[in-house]
């Protein structure tokens, strides 16, 4: 069984900074994506930003030169650092990935989330 698990959200003022932090584990063959979603009050979920394997990413215009992926192969981990935080990254915070399980199936997984709260 595959599981992601996040950490690191939290109350921050504005123009503050967070690192969030997402897990993968179970029987992994390999990570293609991962990725982080949020979801703000009254809207629907959409991603922030996404890394493939080789380290090739993407990111919200929204969040570009702010926020920042990043990935540990090894350990089956994605961090996003988000610096000058502003009240309307105000969301739940969700860990995507699209993983290979060892016997060569293909499922996309999603963590439980992560609250971030940004005060004015």
């Known amino acids: 069984q595959v599981q992601l698990v996040e950490s690191g959200g939290g109350l921050v003022q504005a123009g503050g900074s967070l690192r969030l932090s997402c897990a993968a584990s179970?029987?992994?063959?390999?990570?293609?994506?991962m990725g982080w979603y949020r979801q703000a009050p009254g809207k629907q979920r959409e991603l922030v930003s996404a890394?493939?394997?080789?380290?090739?990413?993407e990111y919200a215009d929204s969040v570009k030169g702010r926020f920042t992926i990043s990935r540990d192969n090894a350990e089956n981990t994605v961090h996003l650092h988000m610096d000058k935080l502003k009240p309307e990254d105000t969301a739940v915070y969700y860990c995507?990935?699209?993983?290979?399980?060892?016997?060569?199936?293909?499922?996309?997984?999603w963590g439980k989330g992560t609250l971030v709260t940004v005060s004015s």
């Open positions: 995507n990935a699209e993983i290979l399980s060892v016997d060569y199936s293909g499922m996309n997984y």
């Open positions: 179970g029987r992994i063959r390999s990570i293609n994506v």
């Open positions: 890394i493939t394997r080789s380290g090739t990413t």
